[in-house]
């Protein structure tokens, strides 16, 4: 399986398997990593701050309760702060830390972005 994005170009890049199951497997219905990989391929996540009862799991709405009544300026702080360790995160942080980092670095660009754009 490849996808196909601005940062793969033409060639794309190849899904990386996180267990040891057959891929059909890892990414059949029985397992998250399917949707993980497509909101770690395309940068976005179905958790809506607005609307955290469709697409967040328990541990974002905990995270957005936790922050949501923190100032702006904290939110953006903390946004810099992620994506720098986004950016400069090595193979070997553990893939689903990777992604717990960038699913909160979404969270807090929809802070920033406000109500005004509710989905």
Same mark, same amino acid.
């Given at each position: 399986m490849r996808h196909f994005n601005k /940062? =793969? /170009?033409y060639g794309g890049k190849a899904y990386e398997k *996180? =267990?040891?199951e057959a891929m059909c497997d890892e990414l059949g219905p029985k397992n998250d990593y399917m &949707? &993980? @990989? !497509? +909101? +770690?391929a395309g940068g976005t996540s179905l958790? #809506?701050? @607005?609307k955290k009862d469709k /697409?967040? #799991?328990d541990k974002q709405v905990a995270f957005i309760d936790k922050w949501s009544a923190k100032p702006a300026d904290e939110h953006q702080t903390q946004l810099t702060r992620l994506q $720098?360790? !986004?950016d400069t995160a090595s193979k070997d942080i553990k893939p689903d830390m990777l =992604?717990?980092?960038k699913q909160r670095a #979404? !969270?807090? *660009? &929809?802070? $920033?972005k406000g109500k005004k754009d509710e989905l």
């Open positions: /940062g =793969t /170009g *996180k =267990t040891s &949707q &993980q @990989h !497509i +909101e +770690e958790c #809506n701050v @607005h /697409g967040c #799991n $720098a360790m !986004i =992604t717990w980092m #979404n !969270i807090f *660009k &929809q802070f $920033a």
